[in-house]
T-cell receptor
Framework: QKEVEQNSGPLSVPEGAIASLNCTYS??????FFWYRQYSGKSPELIMS????GDKEDGRFTAQLNKASQYVSLLIRDSQPSDSATYLC?????????????FGSGTRLSIRP | EAGVVQSPRYKIIEKKQPVAFWCNPI?????LYWYLQNLGQGPELLIR????????DSQLPKDRFSAERLKGVDSTLKIQPAELGDSAVYLC??????????FGPGTRLTVL
């Protein structure tokens, strides 16, 4: 089992609709969760971070965290063509006495006009 | 505020040649990361520094890869000798402690 799992996609969503991206993780003790957006040929850029159960909203983006289910999601409202990118989920996981941020393999999102 | 700076942006070498990548993190960020990213995959950690100390290098192939972060600021990642399978994008990131990471533009390495 991968430590951080994402559906690779591509996920195709019509412009103006809600895009829902999902991520599951293996370490129940994880405390920090991040969503990065990566355009083709570019480096990842942070969209959202979330640390507590529930929802966190920032503009058109909402991150949702459910630690009991080991599940974190990203909702993009009013999807725009510029949202077409790969979305990476990252989780701060515990390893012995240290911790490490593990990235999923990403979900490719395509917004069709 | 300047972001993470990496150079070169692109590098093409023949196998068995050495190559080095340089990274300058965001000012004040004590944690520096080197990642490898293959096409269609997420970044994979090679090494993490806290100040000048390498605190996690468990995924660094030490037979051919080396890294240093002298004075706890700039860092260099070296591969010697390079193999065909080393072709990838090498990303540097920095953060204040183990928190939000900011990535540099990356170095795309092609080994022929």
């Amino acid at each position: 089992q991968k430590e951080v799992e994402q559906n690779s996609g591509p996920l195709s969503v019509p412009e103006g609709a809600i895009a829902s991206l999902n991520c599951t993780y293996s370490d129940r003790g994880s405390q920090s969760f991040f969503w990065y957006r990566q355009y083709s040929g570019k480096s990842p850029e942070l969209i959202m971070s979330i640390y507590s159960n529930g929802d966190k909203e920032d503009g058109r983006f909402t991150a949702q965290l459910n630690k009991a289910s080991q599940y974190v999601s990203l909702l993009i409202r009013d999807s725009q063509p510029s949202d077409s990118a790969t979305y990476l989920c990252a989780v701060n996981m515990r390893y012995s006495s240290a911790s490490k941020i593990i990235f999923g393999s990403g979900t490719r999102l395509s917004i069709r006009p | 505020e300047a972001g993470v700076v990496q150079s070169p942006r692109y590098k093409i070498i023949e196998k068995k040649q050495p190559v080095a990548f340089w990274c300058n993190p965001i000012s004040g960020h004590n944690t520096l990361y080197w990642y490898l990213q293959n096409l269609g995959q997420g970044p994979e950690l090679l090494i993490r520094y806290e100040n000048e100390e390498a605190v996690d290098d468990s995924q660094l192939p030490k037979d051919r890869f080396s890294a240093e972060r002298l004075k706890g600021v700039d860092s260099t990642l070296k591969i010697q000798p390079a193999e065909l399978g080393d072709s990838a994008v090498y990303l540097c990131a920095s953060s204040y402690s183990l928190d939000t990471q900011y990535f540099g533009p990356g170095t795309r390495l092609t080994v022929l």
